[in-house]
């Protein structure tokens, strides 16, 4: 779980922070024209009592969809590494039958049996 929780949390700081280098800068001639032909001031002026959120926040719940495809690729990137290591894991119990895997215990906890095999008859009770 905790080790997780890391991968999650290395992911989306790795991706924001290359979400804000990528960004091209605008020019002041262009932030300008995009003031007055959007209105900025008068919705800014509306908004003020909002707090500035942080980056994290921003990008967590963004609607951008660039954000939103980035975040999905992380996911599915993080989740297809977690299939390929539990494919792996099931075909080596598979293939070397009297192999120990009493090692992978902490991280994969009640699924490794006292004999280091996974147990076929495990279900997860959690989730019934």
Same mark, same amino acid.
């Given at each position: 779980?905790?080790?997780?929780?890391?991968?999650?949390?290395?992911?989306?700081?790795?991706? +924001?922070?290359?979400?804000?280098?990528?960004?091209?800068?605008?020019? $002041?001639?262009?932030?300008?024209?995009?003031?007055?032909?959007?209105?900025?001031?008068?919705?800014?002026?509306?908004?003020?009592?909002?707090?500035?959120?942080?980056? !994290? $926040?921003?990008? /967590? &719940?963004?609607?951008?969809?660039?954000?939103?495809?980035?975040?999905?690729?992380?996911? *599915?990137? &993080? +989740?297809?590494?977690? *299939?390929?290591?539990?494919?792996?894991?099931? $075909?080596?119990? !598979?293939?070397? *039958?009297?192999?120990?895997?009493? &090692? /992978?215990?902490? /991280?994969?906890?009640? +699924?490794?049996?006292?004999?280091?095999?996974?147990?076929?008859?495990?279900?997860?009770?959690?989730?019934?």
């Amino acid at each position: 779980m905790v080790t997780t929780a890391i991968i999650i949390v290395t992911a989306l700081l790795l991706s +924001w922070l290359m979400a804000g280098s990528a960004r091209p800068k605008a020019s $002041r001639a262009s932030q300008r024209t995009d003031a007055i032909a959007t209105g900025t001031k008068a919705h800014h002026a509306l908004h003020a009592e909002h707090e500035p959120q942080s980056k !994290l $926040r921003q990008y /967590l &719940f963004s609607e951008d969809h660039k954000t939103i495809a980035r975040q999905y690729l992380i996911t *599915g990137i &993080f +989740w297809a590494i977690i *299939g390929l290591s539990l494919s792996i894991i099931f $075909r080596l119990q !598979l293939g070397f *039958g009297q192999m120990d895997l009493s &090692f /992978l215990r902490p /991280l994969l906890g009640s +699924w490794i049996n006292q004999a280091g095999k996974i147990d076929p008859a495990f279900t997860c009770p959690r989730f019934i």
